[in-house]
């Protein structure tokens, strides 16, 4: 599913679509639901339910948020 929608978003230009990454899943356990903590893994019902819930808050083009989301939080690994 995440390189559906990363293709989706990256290569057509697709913002609906949002590719949950180990990133967009910490974000979104910390800042939009903390009870996501508890799952073990992502399975495809948590995927969705994280796609769900960044739609909610950003609307149709939550897609092309993730991908400052990803940018802003590997900013510490960047060497400039």
Do not use: E
Not at 66 to 75: A, N
């Amino acid at each position: 599913m995440k390189v559906t929608d990363c293709i989706a978003v990256f290569s057509l230009d697709k913002v609906g679509s949002i590719p949950v990454d180990t990133h967009v899943w910490q974000i979104a356990c910390r800042d939009l639901d903390p009870s996501l903590k508890t799952a073990k893994s992502i399975t495809p019902t948590m995927y969705n339910r994280v796609g769900n819930l960044l739609r909610d808050m950003f609307g149709h083009h939550a897609g092309g948020r993730t991908k400052s989301f990803s940018r802003q939080s590997c900013r510490h690994l960047r060497p400039w």
